[in-house]
C-alpha cells in the first residue's frame, strides 16, 4: 500500500481519520454518488444527513467495502487507500451497525457475535468479553440469553457491542434510532458520547434532525447523491437543515385544532388472539375505539403485538369472536380482507416491498391489487385496464409520486415514492377507516410531510385514521388520541394534548421488554 | 471479479419476445456445427431434423398430434406454476384421464351415440382433476409437499392402467394380450384432414390456449394467481384466497392432463393400451418453462418440442444419428433461452470489477 499524506491539509496537526474525495458511484439509471467528499476527524460524531435516495446507503456501503466507487479516493488516517470488502474495513477498524440487524433468533447473544467476529471463538472466554464491554459502556446484555426473547433495543445493543469487541476507530451507524424508546435512546447517545471522548470516530446517520442537533459535532449533506454542503448542527436549526437536505422548506403538517369527533367506526373489544409466529406476541384483551374525524394512535416497540393486532384488523388473521372487531357497526372479526374493504376499510401495511406492493408488478397493477374492489376495477370478471390505468395515473398525480410513468414496476421507485403511492392508492379509496402501519418509516422529510398532511386531511374529511408507528415525534405531531401497545396489552388511550413523550415513553417500557410479562395500567 | 451481471434498468418488452426466436436461432446454429463435426453435411442434417418431418401434410398432422398432449398439459401446469403450486404429476393425471374416459368407451361399446364422445371427454377431464384433487387435499390439510405427492401418483397411475388393461379392460377377444378392445367409431375423435391423424382434440388444444390467453392477461382470477406466485403476502393484504387458488389451479391442471389422456386413447391410439403416453405430462413441464408459463408461448413451445421428437426420429431412420439426439436439441434450446433470459435482465460488466481490481492491487 502506497503511503500518501493527504493533500494540502497535510500541514494542519489533525490528519483525517477518513477522508473521502470525489466519490463517484452509478446504478444503472441513476447516479447514486455524484463528488461526494466527506472527512471524518478523531473523536468527531458526525452526522449524515439526507433525504432517502440521496445516496447515504451507498456511501456508507462504499466506506464499509460492500460497494466499489467508481472513482474518487479513500484515505484511512492519512494513507490511501482501497477498501476491498468489509473484512478490510474491519481490520481497519470500522464497524458498522445496520438499521436492519442480522440476528439469528434461535441462538444466544454469544452465538450470534461469533459468527460475526473472526478469531477468537472460545466460548466461555467471548462471553467474559462480552460481559465485560457491555458493562464498561452501559449497554447491559447477556451473553446466555436467545436473541428471540430480547427487544429491539437489546438486539441493537448487540450489533454495537460486536462492533466494539473489535476496538474500533469509527463506528457507522445507519438510523440507530428508529427502533428505540426515548429512554433508550438517551442510553445510546450516553454510550456514543463516551466512545467519542475515546477517539472512536462515529459516522450517524439519521434523518431525525433534532437528534442530530443534540448528538453530532459536524453534518454532512446530501441531496440528489451530491454534497451539498457541511454544517455545524448545534449553530443550525431543524429546518434549516432540512433546508439543506431537500432545498426547500419542509411543509409542517397542521394539526387540526379541535377534532370533529364522530360516531365510532372501529370498535375494538376484548380481542385476545394467539400469534401464529412463534416468536410473536400474543394479543391480551385489547380494548379501543376510533372515531370519525379523528386520528388515533398506536406507538410501541416493534414486537409488542402490533403485527398481530394489524393483521387482526386487516382480516388477514380471522378472529374467531366476531364481535371483538366491529368495523361501521358490523361485527366483522370473521371478515376477511376483501368484505372488510367494502365495508370502508383502507390499509397501508409497513412493509411495502412484498405485502402493500407487489415489486415485479407494475403501477398500473399495483393499484389494481387493492382497489380493484371499490374502485370497480372488475367487469365480467376481466381487468378493466383502461379504468386502472386512469386510477393508477391519478394516485400518481395526486400525490406526487415520481415516476417514470405508471407503466414503471413497483420496485424501480424509491421508497419514499412507493409509500406516497401506496398510501393514495388507499385514500383515493374515499375508506371510512384507515389503517397504516409505520406510515413514514425509511422515508424522507420531504415525502413524510406530505404523508402526514393526506392523513390529516383525511381524518378532516370526516373518515377514522389509526396509526401505528414506533415514531413517537410522528404519532405527537398528527394524532388526537395516543394509546401504547406493550406485551401484546394496550394501554387506556389519552388526549395527546395531554400527555408528553416521556409519559408515552415510559409506557412502551423502558426496561424494554417484549419479553416480559407486565401489566399496563393507565389511570 | 472479472465478470460482474448487473440488473438493467428497464427490461425492454419487445426482447422478452424476441428472446425465444433468437434461442431458437441459437440452437439451429449450434446444431449446425454439432453435426458438421460428426460428420454428416450440417444442412442436410438440418433439413432432415427441421424441414423434412413437416414437409408433407401428414408430417405437420403428426406435429400437431404430438404437440396436442403437451401443449394440454403444460397450460395446466403453467397455471399452477404461476401461483407456485408445483403439480408435476401431469403424467399421472393423464393417464387417469385416459383410463376414466377410455373406459367409458369401453363400457358403451355398443353405443353409436353422438354424446358418447363428449362423455368420454368430461369423464377423461373428471379423471384427471379427481387425480389431481389428492394432492391438492393433502397439500391443504397436512401441508404435504405437492411435488412428492403428485409425482408419486404418477407411479399409482401408471400401476392401477397396467391393472386394469390385464384384467377388466383386455380385449376378451385378444388373445390374452394386455389392450383393450379397439375403440367404436362413434368413441373416436374425428379426424380433421384426410390423410393425416390430426383430430378434433388439436383444435380444443388451441382453444384451450386462447381461453388460457385471456385467463391469464386479462382475468381477475389470472391477476389473483400471479399475484401469489410472486408475493404470497401481497396476496393475503388483497384478500385472495389462497386454499381456492390452489384448488382451482391444481383442479385444472388435473382437468387438461386428463383431457389429453383421453385424446390420446381416442384419438391416435384408438383403444387403451399399457403404456398410452411417452411421458408427455413431464415433457410438458418443459413446455411450460419454454414457453415461459404464457399460453401463447407454450403453444410455440409445444410444436418445437414436439418437431425435436419428429426430427430425432427423422435423423435416426435417414442418418442413423442416436436418438439422442433428440435430447441434445431439447437441451441446447433450454440452455439458450436461460441465457438469452439473463442477458436480457442483466448486462455483463467486465471492466468496472476489471479496473477496481487493477486498482486494488497497484494501490
Redesign the interface.
Known amino acids: 500500500m502506497e503511503l500518501e499524506v493527504a493533500r494540502s491539509d497535510a500541514a494542519e496537526p489533525v490528519v483525517p481519520r477518513l477522508e473521502l474525495r470525489g466519490i463517484d458511484k452509478s446504478f444503472p439509471g441513476c447516479k447514486a454518488n455524484d463528488g461526494v467528499d466527506l472527512s471524518i476527524l478523531p473523536g468527531e460524531i458526525h452526522a449524515l444527513l439526507g433525504e432517502n435516495g440521496a445516496g447515504k446507503s451507498t456511501l456508507v456501503k462504499i466506506i464499509y467495502g460492500i460497494l466499489h466507487a467508481d472513482a474518487g479516493t479513500i484515505a484511512w488516517e492519512g494513507q490511501k487507500t482501497h477498501i476491498a470488502g468489509p473484512s478490510f474495513a474491519r481490520n481497519l477498524g470500522i464497524g458498522m451497525v445496520f438499521q436492519h440487524f442480522s440476528l439469528f433468533e434461535a441462538l444466544t447473544v454469544a452465538e450470534n457475535i461469533a459468527l460475526g467476529v473472526e478469531g477468537d471463538h472460545d466460548m466461555s472466554r467471548l462471553e467474559a468479553r462480552i460481559e465485560e464491554v457491555s458493562a464498561a459502556y452501559g449497554l447491559p446484555l447477556d451473553p446466555r440469553r436467545h436473541v428471540h426473547s430480547l427487544s429491539v433495543g437489546e438486539r441493537q445493543r448487540i450489533e454495537i457491542v460486536r462492533c466494539l469487541l473489535q476496538d474500533p476507530r469509527l463506528l457507522i451507524m445507519d438510523e440507530p434510532t428508529s427502533v428505540l424508546t426515548p429512554q433508550e435512546v438517551d442510553t445510546l447517545f450516553g454510550t456514543l458520547r463516551r466512545l467519542s471522548s475515546e477517539g472512536c470516530s462515529i459516522l450517524y446517520i439519521s434523518h431525525k434532525l433534532d437528534e442530530i442537533k443534540q448528538l453530532c459535532d459536524t453534518a454532512t449533506v446530501l441531496r440528489g447523491g451530491k454534497f451539498v454542503g457541511a454544517c455545524d448542527p448545534k449553530e443550525e436549526s431543524p429546518q434549516s437543515m432540512a433546508r439543506m437536505m431537500i432545498g426547500d422548506d419542509v411543509k409542517e403538517p397542521k394539526p387540526q385544532g379541535d377534532a370533529q369527533v364522530g360516531e365510532v367506526v372501529l370498535s375494538v373489544a376484548d380481542l385476545s388472539l394467539q400469534s401464529q409466529d412463534p416468536f410473536g406476541t400474543d394479543l391480551k384483551a385489547v380494548t379501543f375505539n376510533v372515531h370519525a374525524g379523528e386520528i388515533f394512535g398506536i406507538a410501541g416497540i416493534a414486537g409488542n403485538g402490533q403485527n398481530e393486532l394489524l393483521a387482526a384488523l386487516s382480516g388477514e388473521q380471522l378472529v374467531p369472536d366476531g364481535a371483538a372487531v366491529v368495523i361501521g357497526g358490523q361485527p366483522s372479526g370473521r371478515l376477511g380482507p376483501r368484505r372488510r374493504r367494502s365495508l370502508g376499510l383502507s390499509f397501508v401495511p409497513e412493509e411495502r416491498h412484498g405485502h402493500g406492493a407487489v415489486p415485479a408488478l407494475r403501477l398500473t397493477e399495483n393499484a389494481f391489487l387493492s382497489g380493484h374492489l371499490r374502485e370497480k376495477l372488475v367487469r365480467w370478471g376481466l381487468i378493466d385496464f383502461p379504468k386502472t390505468a386512469e386510477y393508477a395515473q391519478k394516485i400518481c398525480e395526486s400525490f406526487d409520486v415520481r415516476t417514470s410513468g405508471i407503466n414503471a414496476e413497483a420496485s424501480s421507485l424509491s421508497g419514499g415514492n412507493l409509500q406516497k403511492f401506496i398510501i393514495g392508492r388507499e385514500i383515493l379509496q374515499r375508506p371510512n377507516l384507515m389503517i397504516a402501519a409505520q406510515p413514514t418509516w425509511g422515508v424522507d422529510a420531504g415525502a413524510a410531510a406530505s404523508i402526514h398532511q393526506a392523513l390529516i386531511d383525511l381524518a378532516a374529511s370526516g373518515a377514522a385514521v389509526l396509526v401505528v408507528s414506533q415514531e413517537l415525534d410522528e404519532l405527537f405531531a398528527i394524532s388526537d388520541r395516543i394509546a401504547v401497545m406493550s406485551s401484546g396489552h394496550l394501554s387506556a388511550a389519552r388526549p395527546t394534548a395531554a400527555t408528553t413523550l416521556e409519559e408515552i415513553g415510559l409506557l412502551m417500557g423502558g426496561d424494554g421488554g417484549a419479553a416480559g410479562e407486565r401489566m399496563i395500567n393507565v389511570a | 471479479m472479472l465478470l460482474k451481471l448487473?440488473?438493467?434498468?428497464?427490461t425492454s418488452r419487445a426482447m422478452i419476445y424476441l428472446t425465444p426466436l433468437l434461442a431458437i436461432l441459437l440452437t439451429l446454429i449450434m446444431g449446425a456445427i454439432l453435426f458438421a463435426l460428426l460428420g454428416h453435411n450440417p444442412l442436410e442434417a438440418m433439413y432432415a431434423f427441421f424441414i423434412s418431418p413437416i414437409s408433407n401434410s401428414y408430417g405437420l398432422g403428426e406435429l400437431a398430434v404430438k404437440a396436442t398432449p403437451l401443449i394440454l398439459c403444460a397450460i395446466g401446469l403453467a397455471l399452477g406454476f404461476r401461483a407456485n403450486v408445483w403439480n408435476i404429476g401431469a403424467e399421472g393425471q393423464l393417464t387417469l384421464g385416459a383410463i376414466c374416459g377410455g373406459g367409458l368407451a369401453l363400457w358403451f361399446y355398443d353405443s353409436e351415440s353422438v354424446f358418447l364422445l363428449p362423455a368420454m371427454a368430461l369423464a377423461g377431464a373428471l379423471g384427471g382433476l379427481a387425480w389431481a384433487a389428492i394432492p391438492a387435499f393433502l397439500k391443504l390439510r397436512f401441508n404435504a409437499n405437492e411435488i412428492l405427492t403428485s409425482l408419486m401418483l404418477t407411479y399409482v397411475a401408471t400401476l392401477l392402467l397396467s391393472l386394469l388393461v390385464h384384467g377388466p379392460y383386455r380385449d376378451p377377444d385378444g388373445f390374452n394380450f394386455p389392450e383393450s378392445r379397439l375403440f367404436a367409431d362413434s368413441a373416436l375423435l374425428p379426424v380433421m384432414v384426410e390423410g393425416t391423424r390430426l383430430h378434433l382434440g388439436a383444435a380444443v388444444a388451441v382453444f384451450v390456449v386462447l381461453v388460457a390467453w385471456?385467463v391469464v392477461s386479462?382475468?381477475?382470477?389470472g391477476?389473483q394467481i400471479?399475484?401469489i406466485g410472486?408475493?404470497p403476502?401481497?396476496a393475503?393484504?388483497?384478500?385472495f384466497?389462497h386454499h381456492s387458488l390452489v384448488w382451482l389451479t391444481l383442479l385444472t391442471g388435473g382437468a387438461l392432463a386428463g383431457l389429453a389422456g383421453l385424446f390420446e386413447v381416442a384419438g391416435p391410439i384408438g383403444q387403451i393400451t399399457p403404456v398410452i403416453s411417452p411421458g408427455y405430462g413431464f415433457t410438458a413441464i418443459i413446455v411450460a418453462f419454454v414457453g415461459r408459463l404464457h399460453p401463447i408461448g407454450i403453444l410455440g413451445a409445444g410444436l418445437l418440442i414436439a418437431l425435436s421428437y419428429l426430427g430425432g426420429e427423422t435423423v435416426q431412420i435417414e442418418m442413423g444419428l442416436p436418438q439422442a439426439v433428440t435430447g441434445v436439441f431439447q437441451g441446447m434450446l433450454l440452455f439458450f433461452l436461460l441465457a438469452c433470459d439473463v442477458l436480457i435482465r442483466y448486462?455483463v460488466r467486465w471492466s468496472?470489477g476489471a479496473s477496481?481490481e487493477a486498482?486494488?492491487t497497484a494501490?
Open positions: 448487473e440488473p438493467r434498468g428497464e385471456l386479462r382475468s381477475f382470477i391477476f400471479k399475484v410472486l408475493t403476502a401481497a393475503g393484504y388483497a384478500g384466497r448486462r468496472i477496481q486498482r486494488g494501490s
